[in-house]
């Protein structure tokens, strides 16, 4: 007998779907979505310069909820997919579901799992999951008094972490050491906004140390699909220093987290989490992600995240063998628990990220970038764009992160060798990657 899953893949053949958003992480799920038999064209609003390769390009902004709708009716898309957090936030799940159109990804209560870190805190803590100890607050003259009273000497070191409640783009977690940096930090957040309306609370947390991990899976709010770890590389420089950023790469698998592992934290971190926001009636569907800190203590989550990863994203879809169309719609239906698993490339994937000059401070745009055509003739190269745009028919930077240049290998090392030899293809004024994407899988 035919399963509930074939009937509707036979229901949903020649599909119109629609990807919302302009990063790597779109571009890549239009690519991957692009591959399936059951896909008749991609959208992506409003796309970069490569998903106007892969797909077509839509010029309407995420944020633009309405006319998002409209084109969707008006164009039979049968399902769209959001991918930058800002929208899923804002509602944008619940906009769609109210005109009955199938969407991918949390409704905005469950969506602040990563829209408030204080919301998100506050559930581990409740949860029992484990996490860093932390303090919550409103203004930024209770939270200096807290550093000050805790660390009285200006010498000792002040192992914490200031965080913005809201979305920062990546860039409103500030690592601490010493009591001035501590102040500074909460300066930066609370007194001078510098990230805007996302400080209106901030949290104090203790410093965790260890390696990060990062564990996505796919839900249904029942039933947990967990993905293969991946490693993120968050600070801007070699040997993770510098200023934090969106992500400067990623690979995987990622040897951090084996088999055992995985399984332990689908149990401590994964379940309980899906089975807390279902009891808050909150229940969470589509990608819930996992920022883990792998300390002598085991896992402990950093934050979560509510969509895809950016670069994350990009070495995983280049490993998913798996239609990804199928998995989507038994998510959509329910019916995740029917699904046969996931299929995977052995093969590792390394994703390299290259970069505008001054990023992730201020950086120019515009600038032409030359040698795409000559990276996408290396075999098992896939160049991903994020920060690009078409002017006079010429591919030009348009944003800090730029390109994420991505590459499979028998080894993570082949893997990277392969990555970096595409990157030596690209050039721009002012282009910069870090060296040294995955080699914490390999020391």
Not at 93 to 109: C, I, M, W
Not at 171 to 178: D, E
Not at 346 to 355: K, T
Request: proline share 6%; aromatic share 6%.
């Amino acid at each position: 007998m035919r399963s509930s899953i074939d009937r509707a893949r036979k229901r949903l053949q020649d599909m119109n779907v629609l990807v919302v958003g302009n990063g790597g992480r779109e571009h890549a799920l239009a690519w991957k979505i692009g591959k399936s038999p059951r896909v008749e064209r991609v959208f992506v609003a409003p796309g970069n310069a490569g998903t106007a390769e892969d797909a077509e390009n839509i010029d309407i902004k995420a944020d633009d909820f309405p006319r998002l709708i409209r084109f969707a009716k008006e164009n039979q898309v049968e399902l769209t997919i959001i991918g930058p957090e800002a929208p899923l936030t804002a509602g944008i799940v619940d906009a769609f579901e109210q005109t009955k159109l199938r969407v991918f990804g949390p409704s905005e209560a469950a969506a602040q799992l990563e829209g408030s870190k204080v919301f998100c805190k506050d559930l581990l803590h409740h949860a029992n999951i484990p996490t860093a100890d932390y303090k919550v607050f409103t203004d930024g003259d209770r939270a200096a008094k807290y550093i000050i009273d805790r660390y009285p000497e200006e010498k000792q070191n002040v192992p914490v972490v200031v965080k913005a409640d809201g979305l920062a783009a990546g860039k409103g977690v500030i690592v601490c050491a010493t009591r001035a940096e501590a102040l500074d930090a909460i300066n930066r957040v609370a007194r001078d906004r510098e990230f805007g309306a996302a400080g209106s609370r901030l949290i104090v947390e203790e410093r965790l140390d260890g390696q990060e991990a990062s564990v996505l899976a796919i839900t249904d709010g029942r039933t947990i699909v967990t993905l293969p770890p991946a490693q993120d590389h968050k600070p801007a420089n070699d040997g993770d220093t510098g200023p934090n950023t969106g992500g400067m790469g990623a690979y995987s698998p990622a040897p951090l987290v084996d088999d055992e592992m995985l399984r332990w934290i689908e149990e401590h971190v994964l379940v309980p989490t899906v089975h807390a926001m279902k009891r808050s009636r909150n229940p969470f569907k589509g990608i819930l992600y996992a920022g883990l800190m792998m300390t002598n203590q085991g896992p402990k989550v950093l934050e979560y995240n509510v969509r895809f990863g950016d670069p994350e994203c990009q070495p995983l879809l280049m490993r998913l063998k798996t239609d990804i169309v199928d998995v989507i719609d038994a998510t959509l239906s329910g019916e995740l628990d029917k699904f046969a698993g996931l299929e995977w490339d052995p093969r590792p994937a390394v994703c390299v990220v290259m970069a505008s000059e001054g990023y992730p401070g201020s950086y120019e745009r515009g600038r032409p970038i030359r040698g795409l055509a000559d990276a996408a003739k290396l075999p098992d190269v896939k160049v991903f764009h994020a920060g690009t745009a078409t002017l006079d028919g010429e591919v030009v930077t348009n944003g800090g992160r730029v390109l994420g240049v991505t590459a499979m290998g028998e080894s993570i090392s082949d893997a990277k060798r392969r990555a970096y030899e595409a990157v030596k293809c690209i050039r721009w004024d002012g282009a910069w990657c870090r060296k040294d994407i995955s080699d914490k899988a390999v020391q």
